[in-house]
């Protein structure tokens, strides 16, 4: 059942957030968060989904008063936060466990700051031992325990402090498939049947599977700065039915919105409307590129021309690649950008020009990566003429650089010229001279 702000109170409010960080050497500051409006409340699993880079983390120790914001107001239970959350636990992706204490002592820890007799902490850390299933291990020491038995320790650790709300950063992120699976499941089962200790849950993810698995609703987040494109309800009864056409519907709408910056969240789902797409910037230097090797990038052409009828399922690519979207998304965007596939319901499809791509020639290949190059990215179309007007056909790539971090934080720009200099050269229409930091038109490279 879909929750309702008038049945279920606020618990968490943030209202105008912006969260910026000083770059380094006085150029200014990196903008991780901008204009975040959300609201967490009593009974529901809020799922924050977005790629790396978004500021999903940030906007969680935000929440959490582990970091302050650079403008606006978080509020829990209607008080300004000030501080540490005292309303929150937090599960983080990393054990974190004090490896000389046992799994009893590192679940009592929050308890024992907080100044606990002895007696009712532990009376309090056994139940949630207990409720994580590691009854019977509470004098063993983190060595002794595998990946997914220090995780549930984490739960137990959160769950004693009985938060009005859990805060979970990629939890099961650093766990292998099968007890991902099994401890996914076992939180979802908890909180299906109302042992859960907390109010609500909020889970940061970029497994779009897993959000739509655990959460009733889903904010999803765009990248530079991290700002909410939209928010999904999870329409489905509890225990949501990955088999359900439903379930897979919602999944493929994601993988679409995840894989296209500029595409809406669909209208018939969404709770929030989303603002109209902003227009785009009018620099070449202010469009990213997707961080795709041109190897990766054809590797992703030669499989959807092995398909029949060249289109396939995102999701199910997913799967078969065994690749999470923070991995194919870059492939499927560079693929969408140069107009050697298109992204339409969750599904890629090659285009005329992609077919031809993966199954024609090197040379030819090359040929027809240079032809859209040019004609759908303005970075390197802009790097090319910058060359040609220089009258040795060579510039510093420093200067290419300086460009870029007008609108990208340094390691970002660092990123987007790799990944320019690595188009262009496939594209021949440029060499790039790493010990002298050059970069050549690539008809001005003289032969060895």
């Known amino acids: 059942m879909v929750m309702t702000e008038a049945s279920n109170p606020s618990l968490i409010v943030v209202e105008q957030v912006r969260k910026s960080f000083p770059q ?10 901008k204009d975040i409006n959300l609201t967490v409340r009593a009974g529901e699993v809020l799922a924050l989904l977005g790629r790396s880079g978004s500021g999903k983390s940030t906007l969680l120790r935000t929440m959490a008063g582990l970091l302050v914001p650079s ?26 466990l004090l490896p000389w204490l046992t799994v009893l002592e590192n679940t009592e820890l929050g308890l ?3 100044g606990i007799e002895r007696h009712d902490r532990r009376a309090r850390a056994l139940k949630a031992i207990d409720l994580v299933g590691l009854d019977g291990f509470e004098s063993a020491y983190p060595k002794e325990l595998s990946g997914g038995m220090k995780q549930r320790v984490g739960f137990a650790r959160a769950f004693v402090m009985e938060p009005k709300v859990l805060f979970m950063d990629e939890p099961f992120s650093a766990l292998d498939v099968l007890t991902k699976e099994n401890l996914r499941g076992e939180i979802d089962d ?14 940061v993810t970029h497994d779009i599977e897993e959000a739509v698995f655990l959460a009733d609703r889903v904010i999803v987040l765009g990248s530079n700065p991290g700002h909410i494109r939209g928010e999904i309800a999870i329409d489905l009864p509890r225990s ?12 493929d709408h994601i993988y679409t919105v995840m894989t296209n910056p500029d595409a809406e969240v669909a209208q018939e789902i969404l709770v929030t409307p989303t603002a109209p797409p902003t227009a785009k910037p009018e620099s070449a230097f202010s469009q990213a590129l997707p961080h795709a090797r041109v190897g990766a990038i054809s590797g992703l052409l030669e499989l959807l021309v092995d398909h029949p009828a060249g289109r396939v399922d ?4 997913a799967e078969r690649l065994r690749l999470t979207v923070d991995d194919l998304s870059p492939l499927l965007r560079a693929a969408d950008l140069l107009d050697f596939a298109t992204i339409t319901q969750g599904d890629v499809s090659l285009t005329e020009v992609g077919r031809d791509f993966a199954t024609t020639t090197i040379l030819r290949s090359k040929d027809l990566f240079r032809q859209q190059v040019l004609t759908h990215m303005p970075l390197l179309a802009s790097m090319e003429e910058t060359l040609r007007q220089k009258q040795n056909g060579s510039m510093r790539s420093d200067f290419f650089l300086d460009l870029l971090e007008e609108y990208f934080p340094q390691a970002e720009a660092e990123q987007q010229l790799a990944t320019a200099i690595d188009w262009g050269r496939y594209a021949e229409l440029f060499e790039y001279d790493a010990s002298e930091e050059r970069i050549y038109l690539a008809a001005s490279v003289e032969a060895p």
């Open 190 to 203: 908890l909180w299906n049947a109302g042992h859960f200790p907390s109010q609500s849950i909020v889970i």
């Open 112 to 114: 024992e700051a907080q």
């Open 24 to 33: 380094p050497a006085g150029k200014g500051e990196h903008l991780v968060l």
């Open 240 to 251: 949501h039915d990955r088999t359900s056409p439903r379930f897979k519907a919602i999944v």
């Open 71 to 96: 403008e606006g107001t978080v509020l829990s239970s209607g008080r300004r936060l000030q501080g540490a959350n005292p309303d929150v636990a937090i599960v983080f992706q990393s054990f974190a």
């Open 314 to 317: 995102i999701y199910q690519l």
